[in-house]
């Protein structure tokens, strides 16, 4: 196989209880059936707005979060039901990266502490090792070998999340799971991260699972993207087929109202209708129905599954289904 990570049908469902005996009356639906993969080296971005499910699937893929059904191979490893010693040595090959480095980096730690405590937990490397190590991580995200001494609260934002990057290589991963990691940044820092990120994950070859709400982050560091809507993988497809030519009437939408939207090419801006439904209420048939500027009645019932309509290029919508595939 050419895919370091294969997500098949994962689900994730929060039970909604009520009264004393605690009666399970329904389900949060927070991810719904979603199966993507994301090749080695490759970097899959994920796009949605808030509460789209995106982080939750990140946190699934990294194992700090039980999925309720579904698959996860990791090298080839079925990881969905790995616990304990066996979990824990596996999930060096996959870190995080998140949004507020400061919330994530130890105040009261040295960074050369804070890069190198990965390696003396996992009992991977002595503390002379660890440092060459660390002396290593700090050149290669663009530090100084005295920035090693000074502690978080003396770096800026830019420079946090390069330390929070230098941790999480400290195990050498084969994937990392970035969170809305340069959300918090000014644009012009947000381009040196994600240049940063592209340059190790060629020298590694590293893949990434990318998650924002911003699809010019995203169209900046991704190969395919993928995007969310309430719990559904709706569109998945390379880069330059999503953004020039999207499938789903939702994506259109999301990029009619992006400030970056490709320049040249005139795109009338599609205003959505209405509010995201709740995810312990969620519409029958095409998630996106209630609001769907194209909406059909086969959309009100029959749920569109996820299916390839050009090469490389997925999405789940009644309009591509061919005459007699749908009712
Ligand atoms: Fe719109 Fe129907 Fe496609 Fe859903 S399936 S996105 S409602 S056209
Ligand atoms: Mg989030």
């Known amino acids: 196989s050419d895919q370091l990570l ?21 389900h ?3 991810i719904d059936n979603v199966s993507f993969q994301i090749g080695y080296g490759e ?6 707005e808030s509460g789209c499910g995106k982080s939750t699937l990140g946190r699934m893929i990294m194992r700090v979060l039980e999925p309720t059904e579904g698959t996860i191979l990791f090298d080839q490893q079925d990881i969905t039901k790995m616990h304990g010693k066996t979990l ?20 009261k730690m040295m960074v050369a502490d804070i890069i190198a405590e990965p390696l003396l937990i996992n009992d991977i490397m002595n503390r002379k090792e660890a440092s060459e190590k660390v002396n290593q991580l700090i050149d290669l995200v663009g530090l100084r070998q005295k920035d090693l001494r000074k502690y978080p609260h ?27 990691a340069v959300s918090a940044l000014d644009v012009s820092i947000q381009a040196q991260i994600l240049n940063l990120m592209t340059e190790l994950k060629k020298e590694f070859n590293l893949s990434y699972m990318f998650i924002s ?43 009619s109202s992006s400030p970056h939207a490709k320049r040249g090419v005139k795109r009338e801006k599609i205003i959505l209708q209405g509010e995201v439904p709740s995810p312990a209420n969620p519409p029958q048939g095409c998630p996106f129905h209630t609001r769907c ?18 090469p490389g290029h997925s999405a789940a919508c009644h309009l ?8």
């Open 6 to 26: 294969e997500v098949s049908n994962l689900k994730k469902y929060y039970p909604i209880q009520a009264g004393l005996i605690r009666r399970t009356i329904g």
């Open 28 to 30: 949060v639906k927070a």
């Open 43 to 48: 970097t899959l971005g994920i796009v949605g």
């Open 88 to 107: 824990r040595r596996t999930r060096r090959n996959f870190q995080m990266v998140f949004q507020d480095p400061y919330a994530s980096l130890n105040p």
């Open 154 to 180: 003396e770096f800026s934002g830019g420079q946090r999340q390069r330390i929070g990057i230098a941790r999480a290589l400290s195990l050498s991963p084969k994937l990392i799971v970035a969170d809305e």
């Open 213 to 255: 709400h911003n699809l010019s982050v995203v169209k900046h560091i991704s190969n395919r993207v993928g995007v969310m809507y309430l719990g559904h993988l709706v569109e998945i497809g390379d880069k330059d087929s999503l953004y020039q030519e999207p499938l789903h009437p939702y994506t259109k939408a999301l990029l």
């Open 293 to 310: 500027p194209q909406v059909m009645e086969v959309c009100k019932s029959v749920r569109p599954q996820l299916q390839e309509i050009v």
């Open 320 to 327: 591509y289904e061919t005459a007699g595939v749908s009712l």
